[in-house]
Antibody, heavy 118, light 108 residues
Framework: QVQLVQSGAEVKKPGASVKVSCKASGYTFSSYYIHWVRQAPGQSLEWMGRINGGLDDTKYSQKFQGRVTITRDTSASTAYMELSSLSSGDTAVYYC???????????WGQGTLVTVSS | QTVVTQEPSLTVSPGGTVTLTCASSTGAVTSGYYPNWFQQKPGQAPRALIYSTSNKHSWTPARFSGSLLGGQAALTLSGVQPEDEADYYCLLYCGDDWVFGGGTKLTV
């Protein structure tokens, strides 16, 4: 069965960086995109960017451009999201979600809580 | 950047029908926006319900349906159940970016 399993909760200080992983199983990693979405406490979902599982092709939201880097390790079927220059406003749950080409979103990771606090 | 707007909250009685909408600040929503709908309950990750306007996943209950209505994407729940109480989010492909709506809190 398809699963996206994310790394554990993180606590970071302002100005630091965080790297969250999303390990995929149960399907051909290279055939799908992996997107990253975050949700601040009590807020809506926010799209951050995506990576093509098969090609070296990434796309980032303008809001996070320059501060977020999404990478992948196809041999490990794992995608990564690194966010730099953290501030308290980056405290949120970060999710990965799978998309097949053409807007077919289906499976989500369980979420990773990132807390930014001095 | 495009703003995607949903009703902040709606209330429906059990067994009733309710339609949630999703509008784009740039104009009419079409199939080219690939509307997706997600359900989220407290403390849980979102769950996909509808993709590409009206297509259901294998796990999507039959009472959920997606459509385009009056230039907006729409999610209709027919025969609402108590367990449908949740937050619902739409997602649109806007130019090069994907944009979520602000979410609708559905109370049953």
């Amino acid at each position: 069965q398809v699963q996206l399993v994310q790394s554990g909760a993180e606590v970071k200080k302002p100005g630091a960086s965080v790297k969250v992983s999303c390990k995929a199983s149960g399907y051909t990693f290279s055939s799908y995109y992996i997107h990253w979405v975050r949700q601040a406490p009590g807020q809506s979902l926010e799209w951050m960017g995506r990576i093509n599982g098969g090609l070296d092709d990434t796309k980032y939201s303008q809001k996070f451009q320059g501060r977020v880097t999404i990478t992948r390790d196809t041999s490990a079927s794992t995608a990564y999201m690194e966010l730099s220059s953290l501030s308290s406003g980056d405290t949120a749950v970060y999710y990965c979600v799978r998309e097949f080409h053409g807007g077919y979103f289906d499976y989500w990771g369980q979420g990773t809580l990132v807390t930014v606090s001095s | 950047q495009t703003v995607v707007t949903q009703e902040p909250s709606l209330t429906v009685s059990p067994g009733g029908t309710v339609t949630l909408t999703c509008a784009s600040s740039t104009g009419a929503v079409t199939s080219g926006y690939y509307p997706n709908w997600f359900q989220q309950k407290p403390g849980q990750a979102p769950r996909a319900l509808i993709y590409s306007t009206s297509n259901k996943h294998s796990w999507t209950p039959a009472r959920f349906s997606g459509s385009l209505l009056g230039g907006q994407a729409a999610l209709t729940l027919s025969g609402v159940q108590p367990e449908d109480e949740a937050d619902y989010y739409c997602l649109l492909y806007c130019g090069d970016d994907w944009v979520f709506g602000g979410g609708t809190k559905l109370t049953v």
